[in-house]
């Protein structure tokens, strides 16, 4: 079956670690659709789009040859497949987080890019491995595997290893240790150049931003003695500026504002030095701003 030309084409991942987070954002955004179980794909509900599944390493390729119009996968993904000049980056989505690294040996191994002249590197990453060497003028053997690349080191088929670690706790359990870090990546929204529905796909980011936002901050409520509110509106400026209201008791005024979530508890204490009172915080569940 061809899927009909004027349907907008989103690429997800189809297995992995960020499968689950890709869809879980695509339904905290409203786009829904039943997955049959073995099917490739599926319509989404109300929106004129499919959801394609598909494996993480094709998503870059496919979105830079216009196959799919937009896709969730990550970064490092998109550079390995020298796709980065051929695909628009629309969102960061804040999941997927980890760095591709040079790791070696805690005990003995080098202990600098240059020591590993001439030494056996694997690595799953080849096209982004290798232009790392190249950049760092250092020649070495690569080793191109396709899974369980720590355990290399340990059968002694290599020195180093280039690999994606997010804590760092699998190559400690391999007796490894990261030297250099290559590149930092997450997952992010990609676009195609000419996508069949550009007004479609400005709809989705908006969607997608509403809810990333929402992840992001919390709604603060306080009231506030309206001499102290140009201190107060220091500590919570605001995404724009802050909602003020007067209260029937003209010394006090009632100030609404989002805050990043991460820092609530420490904006809570200073408000409250300050001499705020009824301050209550709220989860957003989305937005648009
Ligand atoms: P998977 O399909 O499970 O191999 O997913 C790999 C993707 O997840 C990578 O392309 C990275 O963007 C991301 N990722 C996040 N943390 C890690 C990690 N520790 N190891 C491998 N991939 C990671």
């Not at 989705?204 to 102290?228: C, D, H, M, S």
């Not at 990043?260 to 009824?278: F, T, W, Y």
Request: hydrophobic share 40%; aromatic share 4%.
């Amino acid at each position: 079956m061809r899927l009909p030309d004027s349907v907008t084409r989103i690429a997800i991942p189809s297995k992995g670690r960020l499968q689950e987070p890709s869809e879980s954002l695509l339904k905290a955004a409203g786009i829904k659709y039943r997955k049959r179980d073995r099917s490739l794909f599926a319509h989404v509900d109300s929106l004129n789009a499919v959801i394609l599944f598909v494996r993480p390493d094709d998503i870059p390729l496919l979105v830079a040859e216009g196959a799919a119009d937009m896709g969730m996968v990550g970064k490092d993904l998109i550079h390995e497949n020298r796709c980065e000049k051929r695909v628009t980056t629309r969102l960061e989505l804040g999941y997927g987080h980890c760095r591709l690294a040079l790791a070696t040996r805690t005990s003995d191994g080098a202990k600098s890019v240059k020591a590993l002249k001439g030494q056996k590197v694997a690595a799953s990453m080849v096209t982004s491995a290798k232009e790392f060497f190249r950049r760092s003028k250092v020649d070495v053997q690569l080793l191109e595997v396709s899974g369980s690349v720590e355990i290399m080191v340990a059968l002694g088929l290599a020195d180093a290893i280039v690999d994606l670690v997010e804590s760092g706790d699998t190559l400690r359990d391999n007796g490894l240790e990261v030297i250099e870090t290559i590149a930092q990546s997450q997952a992010v929204f990609i676009q195609a150049q000419k996508p069949r529905d550009p007004k479609l796909c400005e709809l989705i980011v908006r969607r997608f931003e509403g809810v990333l936002t929402a992840q992001q901050y919390t709604l603060l409520e306080y009231n506030v003695p309206r001499a102290k509110l140009k201190d107060a509106e220091k500590i919570t400026p605001g995404f724009n500026s802050p909602t003020v209201s007067d209260l029937e008791d003209p010394k006090w005024v009632a100030v609404k504002v989002m805050i990043p979530k991460k820092q609530s508890i420490d904006i809570m204490d200073k408000l409250e030095a300050l001499g705020a009172s009824a301050i209550l915080e709220t989860q957003i569940l989305n937005c648009r701003l």
